[in-house]
């Protein structure tokens, strides 16, 4: 069983921290990774996509690979009221073979 | 304009009965997907077609049949309907089918089953 893994927190942040969320994935084979952002009965909103080791920022945002340890990251730098929400770490197998697997998401709380 | 819709938005029913819902994507894009998210916010896929072929079908009770008329429209009906099928159910598209296509959520349908 393919199996991407987070801790469902919540994760609780002063306004103006860095927030740290965390995934990790069992299928070696897995190319890419998504990390989703969901508000309270919202859908899952796409922020961040990466493909290869190393970092990827956007804005306040940064995603981090590293495949030897089937480890995903996503930082999120001056964290606001509005970050609070669950963020949903996907990835999946490689090619024919992929089915897109969600972790259980990590609820992230941001206090004034 | 809204690129991924669902309707209806909640569906509230009794056991037995039979309901669909329906999906659409301004997109163009090729592929389209249903998940199932339950009461603990596990998303779970169920379906997925590419170009209205099924590429994926995961461990879901043939009570449930997709159906793809065409590339931009994915609709799904439930058969039978139990207490356990109570979720809110989302559809989704990428550009492609495979692992480097990001996915872009429709609003969700919440289905209460009584």
């Known amino acids: 069983q393919k199996e991407v893994e987070q801790n469902s927190g919540p994760l609780s942040v002063p306004e103006g921290a860095i927030a740290s969320l965390n995934c990790t994935y069992s299928d070696r084979g897995s190319q890419s990774f998504f990390w989703y952002r969901q508000y309270s009965g919202k859908s899952p909103e796409l922020i961040m996509s990466?493909?290869?080791?190393g970092d990827k920022e956007d804005g306040r945002f940064t995603a981090q690979l590293n495949k030897a340890s089937q480890y995903v990251s996503l930082l999120i730098r001056d964290s606001q009221p509005s970050d609070s929400a669950t963020y949903l770490c996907?990835?999946?197998?490689?090619?024919?073979?992929?089915?897109?697997?969600f972790g259980r998401g990590t609820s992230l709380i941001v206090h004034p | 304009d809204t690129a991924v819709s669902q309707t209806p938005k909640y569906l509230v029913t009794q056991m037995g009965n039979d309901k669909s819902i329906k999906c659409e994507q301004n997109?163009?894009?090729?592929?389209m997907y249903w998940y199932k998210q339950d009461s603990k916010k596990f998303l779970k896929i169920m379906f997925s077609y590419n170009n209205k072929e099924l590429i994926i079908n995961e461990t879901v009770p043939n009570r449930f049949s997709p159906k793809s008329p065409d590339k931009a429209h994915l609709n799904l009906h439930i058969n039978s309907l139990e207490l356990g099928d109570s979720a809110v159910y989302f559809c989704a598209s990428s550009p492609g089918q495979g692992s480097s296509n990001e996915q872009y959520f429709g609003p969700g349908t919440r289905l209460t089953v009584t």
């Open positions: 997109l163009g894009h090729d592929t």
């Open positions: 990466i493909y290869s080791n």
């Open positions: 996907a990835g999946g197998g490689s090619g024919g073979s992929y089915i897109p697997t």
